[in-house]
């Protein structure tokens, strides 16, 4: 069992920066692959970032490439999501989830997800 915890999000404006984490907890924690999806009202959750365990091998959605940035501390259990350039339409609930295939954007691939952390950028 990954128990996931975001935090991290608020109330930003656009142009503005936030940084997002995810910590995780359970024995084996380091060894999954983690990525970042959001949801915004009335939408379906989309895929934002994943990294791979050993964080060689990153994935981004076309969306937030040049503008987010994912990485990893596996001494600290936590993924981290940097956002930067932050833009009225990034506003959504954000969640972290973990799965041991990969840096994956299908959200059928993750096991286990975390409750989600609220980002709104105003324009």
């Known amino acids: 069992q990954v128990q996931l915890v975001e935090s991290g999000g608020g109330l930003v404006q656009a142009g503005g920066s936030l940084r997002l984490s995810c910590a995780a907890s359970?024995?084996?924690?380091?060894?999954?692959?983690m990525g970042w999806f959001h949801q915004a009202p009335g939408k379906e959750r989309e895929f934002v970032a994943a990294?791979?365990?050993?964080?060689?091998?990153?994935v981004y959605a076309d969306s937030v490439k040049g503008r987010f940035t994912i990485s990893r501390d596996n001494a600290k259990n936590t993924v981290y999501l940097q956002m930067t350039s932050l833009k009225p339409e990034d506003t959504a609930v954000y969640y972290c989830?973990?799965?041991?295939?990969?840096?994956?954007?299908?959200?059928?691939?993750?096991?286990?997800w975390g409750q989600g952390t609220q980002v709104t950028v105003s324009s």
């Open positions: 359970g024995r084996t924690a380091s060894q999954y692959a």
């Open positions: 990294i791979s365990w050993t964080s060689r091998h990153t």
């Open positions: 989830a973990a799965n041991l295939r990969g840096p994956a954007a299908e959200e059928a691939v993750y096991e286990y």
